[in-house]
């Protein structure tokens, strides 16, 4: 995997497992997963998903969310959102 890809992993509150829902995918694409599953209604309430993280090419964690916590990782993301339209934020 080279530093321009991420993936995004979702770990489940049940049984401690985890599902990587993108590999290997351009910055912009992991942070659509990001927001999707961040911010989706399972996520929202708890039931199913513990925390998701992405993570670069050298498997480093570049962002992290955590059920009950919000955005943990970077500092810059600690306590605000993240909209879905983001991109389209950025460019205005």
Same mark, same amino acid.
Request: glycine share 8%.
């Given at each position: &995997?080279?530093?321009?890809?991420?993936?995004?992993?979702?770990?489940? *509150?049940?049984? =401690? =497992?985890? !599902?990587?829902?993108? +590999?290997?995918?351009?910055?912009? !694409?992991? &942070?659509?997963?990001?927001?999707?599953? *961040? *911010?989706?209604?399972?996520? +929202?309430? =708890?039931?199913?998903? !513990? +925390?998701?993280?992405? *993570?670069? $090419? $050298?498997?480093?964690?570049?962002? %992290?969310?955590?059920? $009950? !916590? $919000?955005?943990?990782?970077?500092?810059?993301?600690? =306590?605000? %959102?993240?909209?879905?339209?983001?991109?389209?934020?950025?460019?205005?």
């Amino acid at each position: &995997m080279s530093n321009d890809e991420f993936s995004v992993c979702q770990f489940f *509150t049940d049984d =401690g =497992g985890y !599902e990587y829902v993108r +590999r290997y995918v351009d910055l912009s !694409e992991a &942070m659509r997963a990001f927001i999707k599953y *961040t *911010t989706n209604v399972v996520a +929202r309430v =708890g039931i199913v998903v !513990e +925390r998701v993280i992405v *993570t670069d $090419g $050298g498997d480093c964690v570049v962002m %992290e969310w955590k059920r $009950g !916590e $919000g955005y943990t990782f970077p500092p810059e993301i600690v =306590g605000r %959102e993240i909209f879905p339209d983001w991109e389209k934020r950025l460019e205005s």
